[in-house]
């Protein structure tokens, strides 16, 4: 089976003999996927009406366990924007129910971030809706295939994971 990065890459390799173009086989090919997956959690969050961003800070939030709420500061390091960024997202999510600011009890100063009911309920169906798109992306893979490239994958990425910001 023949994909457009094998094209490309026997383009390069004829036109430009002197250069090792291996690395475009395997990084090409995340680019592209990334560009496909990109499309489909664009879909999934639109089927409920929310952005990415929207999807971030709701589900960093859902995933904090009961009673859902974080400190600005934790959901800076797991969404990975500045404090005016998401000072904003935080306004523009409390604008629409999805979340409460409330004082820290452990800060007077501080406050927490709580997920609310219906941003609750709007992550759980949001991340199906995406679980559905991203199987469907994975679906030429077996189980054990799957598996296999999450491995590699996450050797890949690991030393990127890490390094300070």
Known sequence: MEDEVDRLVAAWRRERPDLDVEPLEVLSRISRLARHLD?????AFAEHSLEPWEFDVLTALRRAGDPYQLSPGQ????TLVTSGT???RIDRLAGKGLVQRLPDPGDRRGVLVRLSASGRNLADLALAGLLKHERALLAELSTAQRGELAGLLRQLVAPFDNLPE
Do not use: P, S
Not at 39 to 43: E, F, G, N, W
Not at 75 to 78: A, K, M, S
């Open 86 to 88: 998401m000072t904003n």
């Open 39 to 43: 499309r489909a959690r664009r879909t």
């Open 75 to 78: 959901l800076l390091t797991q």
